[in-house]
């Protein structure tokens, strides 16, 4: 059988993807992490669903649990909050059902920095502001960066940056930040985004870390920042400003010609 590693999202159960819902509804077991994953978003799986919370299970253990449901016949959900793609530990699972021969596969899910920016309503590509995003996190009681892989590097590119697993260390970040964006540059912090508990709080590089500090953030948020998130005045894309109306009448190109 296989195992279906499904986003979750960041903690709205309306924003699962329709075969999110329905690998949901039709796996009889389902593994989550109940620190992040919220309560509506279980009610998706099906009424017989045995519920298996891995906040205290390490990696051996939630091996073997989804070994012993393949071994059984069953199908399972394997929920992972935001994207599989992004931070979820997908590559150490994986490659463990590959040498236990268990077959697996990947659902896209809603990243909690998409929800946040939809929710402060803002691009994080803005022409000639910010056409690149970096997506990385804080290294401190964690596994090394790779070589290269530096916040002053990234930062370098004046990109729009998005932080995970960074929370507790915003203040030294908005530090060193600060060398290369300026102090006043723009900040968003987006924490259980989509979730009752949500909170944004919007600031710059000279005043972030005394917000978060002052609202007990520890976890489950997510830190932009980049000048995109304040851009006005901007150059409009050529995608659209440059082109010029499609005659009435004019049918949508053949996709062989473009």
Known sequence: MTVHFIGAGPGAADLLTLRAVRLLQ????????????DDEVLSHCG?????IDTAYLNLDAITATLVAAHDAGHDVARLCSGDPSIYAAIAEQTRRLDAAGVPWDL??????????AALIGRELTVPEVAQSVVLTRAQKDSTKMPPGETLAAFAATNATLVLHLAIRH???????????YGANCPVVVGSQVTQPEELILRGTLA????????????QAAVIIVG????????????????????????????ASLV
């Open 207 to 218: 005043d972030i870390a005394d917000q978060v500090e002052a609202a007990g953030l520890t």
């Open 170 to 180: 915003t203040r030294r970040l908005a530090d060193e930040l600060s060398a290369h």
């Open 47 to 51: 009424p017989e669903t045995e519920l």
């Open 227 to 254: 000048w995109a998130l304040s851009a006005e005045g901007f150059v409009e894309s050529h995608l659209y400003s440059s082109r010029p109306p499609r005659p009435a009448g004019e049918g949508r190109p053949d």
């Open 107 to 116: 659902t896209p899910g809603v990243p909690a920095y998409a929800a946040t």
């Open 26 to 37: 039709e796996s009889p077991i389902c593994l989550y992490a109940g620190t992040y994953i």
